[in-house]
């Protein structure tokens, strides 16, 4: 029986392979049991989207309402935490803490905090910060990255010793300066921009910057990322 090659088998020093959302590919997103799986499979790190509820607790949740991922019904940022934390996903799990992913934090499993809704960088820094006063979490271990670039001009205002990644889902023609600009350790850039221009890769190089790329379904898509110089991925499965 022929062996199915694994986009984990890929990795190496040069090329990290992150669980995106954990392994949405095979677990629900964003849960623990996803996180966890991805810890045990061998993945460099996981990346997960930071959010606020109505009260302020920071929770893991992609969409801006809790519809399409469990059996609930609104806007993240309108319900209640207690009330979040009555909802299932498709096979029972709840929604995590910000606090409970944090657990999982271990020395080379690197987290990549998206800080999807607008303003959660406030609450990140808060409770990062605590961490690393603690000695209970090291910045060499975080990843942070938005879309909403305000929100990372903040957190490394904050925060200067944790990497910051730029999303980036239209090329820019000044995306690298930008990035540059703010501070960012990466440009992180959906997989149709590189397929487009693959030269991109190089520039970023040329930059001084990192590229990591979102989001990898297949082993060939994967394996051509990789052989295009890409430094990490965003992957749904292992």
Known sequence: MKKTKTILSLQDANFRVFG???IMGVHDENTMDSFVAAKAAGFAGIEYD?????DGKPVIIHD???DRTTNGKGWVKELLWKKIRTMRTEHGYTIPTFEEVLALSSHGFVQNIELKSRGSSDIAVKILKEGFAKKILDPENFIVSSFHHRDLVNFKKHIKNVRIGALIAHWPADGIAFAKKIGAWSINVDIDIVNEDPSIVEETHKAGLKIGVWTIRSYDD????KDLGVDFIFSNFP
Do not use: D, P, Y
């Open 20 to 22: 995106h959302r954990g």
């Open 50 to 54: 930071l959010q606020k509820t109505r």
């Open 64 to 66: 801006g309402k809790v």
């Open 222 to 225: 994967a394996k051509r990322m």
